[in-house]
């Protein structure tokens, strides 16, 4: 069984990295890690901020043929009070606001995760900008329950890859509290975090120090969550990928 999981960025990745034993492989010009994982074989590959990386590319040099699940994973911003960080949600639909697209993620793919003790949700927004402001969270709240920059073009591009998709996120922020920086300015043409870039907006936002160590904080919660619910999730898709109703691709 071959079970594609994307990320944004290593960051998200880490604590997962750890618990397995995950080996560096040739994906080209994109980061790209493998795995045995329950018997399954899991590549992880990193889309860059916003997926303006050649994930997809990178896939078909890794693995000729057909991939069966697909798994748009990392933080997202929560749009509602009821979803806090460390929150792991998985969603029914994406919707792509820049393309104008809903996307509906595999029915039986967010059953398993539903099982697997995330949260159902009806939508993630994809958006093409970090949401800063708690304003605009809770105005984008009336049609969405959390806010992201990827799924829409993972799941969207999944399909190609023959694989089911799904879309499941760990919330980093609450819908209340403002980002303590501008990430929109500290993110490359690649989509990786420009660390000088980085330095420089922390330095001009220095007043909020408390506003970095909750967040901070909040991504440590997210991240260990997200790596428990993923290990979780793939061994029980091992166990279920023979069933007849939840047969994956033909590899």
Same mark, same amino acid.
């Given at each position: 069984m071959r079970i594609l999981v994307t990320f944004a960025v290593e960051a998200e990745f880490a604590p997962w990295r750890r618990r397995h034993n995950f080996q560096k492989v040739n994906g080209g010009s994109v980061e790209a890690y493998s795995a045995q994982i329950s018997g399954a074989d899991v590549c992880v590959l990193f889309t860059g901020i916003g997926c303006r990386k050649a994930w997809v590319q990178a896939t078909r040099v890794i693995w000729p043929g057909n991939v069966d699940v697909c798994i748009s994973s990392g933080f997202a911003g929560s749009l509602r009070p009821e979803y806090q960080p460390g929150d792991v949600l !998985?969603?029914?639909? !994406?919707? #792509? @606001? *820049?393309?104008?697209? /809903?996307?509906?993620?595999?029915? +039986?793919?967010? %059953?398993?995760?539903?099982?697997?003790? &995330? *949260?159902? !949700? #009806?939508?993630? +927004?994809?958006?093409? %900008?970090?949401?800063?402001? &708690? &304003?605009?969270?809770?105005?984008l709240g009336a049609d969405a329950d959390a806010v992201e920059m990827e799924s829409a073009c993972v799941l969207s591009e999944a399909a190609s890859l023959g694989a089911r998709s799904v879309a499941i996120r760990a919330i980093s922020?609450?819908?209340?509290?403002?980002?303590?920086?501008? $990430?929109?300015?500290?993110?490359?043409?690649?989509?990786? !975090?420009?660390?000088?870039?980085?330095?420089?907006? =922390?330095?001009?936002?220095?007043?909020?120090? $408390?506003?970095? $160590?909750? +967040?901070?904080?909040?991504?440590?919660?997210?991240?260990?969550?997200?790596?428990? $619910?993923?290990?979780?999730? =793939?061994?029980?898709? /091992? %166990?279920?990928? #023979?069933?007849? @109703?939840?047969?994956?691709? &033909? @590899?």
């Amino acid at each position: 069984m071959r079970i594609l999981v994307t990320f944004a960025v290593e960051a998200e990745f880490a604590p997962w990295r750890r618990r397995h034993n995950f080996q560096k492989v040739n994906g080209g010009s994109v980061e790209a890690y493998s795995a045995q994982i329950s018997g399954a074989d899991v590549c992880v590959l990193f889309t860059g901020i916003g997926c303006r990386k050649a994930w997809v590319q990178a896939t078909r040099v890794i693995w000729p043929g057909n991939v069966d699940v697909c798994i748009s994973s990392g933080f997202a911003g929560s749009l509602r009070p009821e979803y806090q960080p460390g929150d792991v949600l !998985v969603a029914r639909e !994406v919707w #792509g @606001q *820049t393309a104008g697209a /809903t996307i509906q993620c595999d029915k +039986l793919l967010v %059953q398993l995760a539903t099982k697997c003790r &995330a *949260t159902p !949700v #009806g939508v993630f +927004l994809t958006k093409d %900008q970090v949401v800063v402001e &708690a &304003a605009q969270k809770r105005r984008l709240g009336a049609d969405a329950d959390a806010v992201e920059m990827e799924s829409a073009c993972v799941l969207s591009e999944a399909a190609s890859l023959g694989a089911r998709s799904v879309a499941i996120r760990a919330i980093s922020d609450s819908v209340g509290e403002d980002l303590p920086i501008d $990430f929109n300015r500290t993110t490359s043409k690649s989509g990786d !975090v420009d660390k000088v870039r980085l330095i420089a907006e =922390i330095v001009r936002f220095r007043t909020n120090a $408390f506003g970095m $160590f909750r +967040l901070f904080e909040h991504t440590r919660i997210a991240r260990k969550n997200l790596a428990d $619910f993923l290990s979780q999730y =793939i061994e029980r898709l /091992t %166990q279920v990928s #023979g069933e007849p @109703q939840l047969k994956v691709a &033909a @590899q």
